[in-house]
């Protein structure tokens, strides 16, 4: 079946780094992808997308790239900030599976000053 | 524009006492929509999901239950809460391009 692997967290970084929160995914037909960001006590907020494969997914910064024949969607951002402080989710929605959505198990980020 | 209303926003409710949460949506029809379930410090479990009026499916077996009533209203049901059943729920619905869009969040403590 479907399902939708990101890396263990959580991840601690300083402000001005590099992130890269990596996610792979399984599924049987065409999915799109997203990246969804959670802040504390808050509901998941779509972050950005991609619907086919080479697509690039951007938003505030951070990007991601649909790689068909990697099966991944890496979310990348180039300059970390404290605001960015969250957890963030890969999840994927495959036509084949009607009304389905898998979430990756979210991974949480920190920057410090 | 869509929006997505979700109450109450905090709730402590004593085992075994029953539970009611309601999710509305604004500025759309006939969503597909949602309950899932957030475990502290944990990912999210989809609880149950609903196509249209009346229409309602069920991911995992457990003592809650959802309805339908109108086109935009979703509520999540328990008869007698466990202290298991404590967590952060979320409404969502799904919009055109299948992408899910969430709620505020109901976060509940059963103690």
């Known amino acids: 079946g479907d399902s939708v692997t990101q890396m263990e967290g959580p991840v601690t970084l300083s402000e001005e780094a590099f992130l890269t929160i990596n996610c792979t995914y399984t599924?049987?037909?065409?999915?799109?992808l997203f990246w969804y960001v959670q802040y504390p006590g808050e509901g998941l907020q779509l972050l950005l997308k991609?619907?086919?494969?080479?697509d690039k997914g951007s938003n505030k910064g951070f990007e991601a790239t649909y790689r068909k024949e990697t099966t991944s969607f890496h979310l990348e951002k180039g300059s970390v900030q404290v605001s960015d402080s969250a957890v963030y989710f890969c999840?994927?929605?495959?036509?084949?599976?009607?009304?389905?959505?898998?979430f990756g198990t979210g991974t949480s980020l920190t920057v410090i000053p | 524009s869509q929006t997505i209303h979700q109450w109450p926003a905090t709730l402590v409710q004593p085992v075994g006492s029953p539970l009611s949460l309601e999710c509305t949506v604004e500025?759309?029809?006939?969503?597909?929509l949602y309950w899932y379930r957030q475990a502290a410090g944990r990912g999210l479990q989809l609880l149950f999901y609903?196509?249209?009026?009346?229409?309602i499916s069920s991911e995992v077996p457990q003592n809650l239950s959802a309805s339908r009533p109108q086109d935009r209203q979703f509520i999540l049901s328990s008869k007698k809460l466990l202290l298991s059943d404590s967590g952060f729920y979320l409404c969502?619905?799904?919009?055109?391009?299948?992408?899910?869009?969430f709620g505020p969040g109901t976060r509940l403590t059963v103690t």
């Open positions: 969502a619905w799904r919009g055109e391009g299948y992408e899910q869009y």
């Open positions: 991609a619907t086919k494969a080479d």
């Open positions: 609903s196509v249209g009026i009346g229409q």
């Open positions: 500025g759309t029809s006939n969503p597909n």
């Open positions: 599924a049987t037909g065409y999915p799109s």
């Open positions: 999840a994927l929605s495959d036509l084949n599976t009607g009304n389905q959505f898998y």
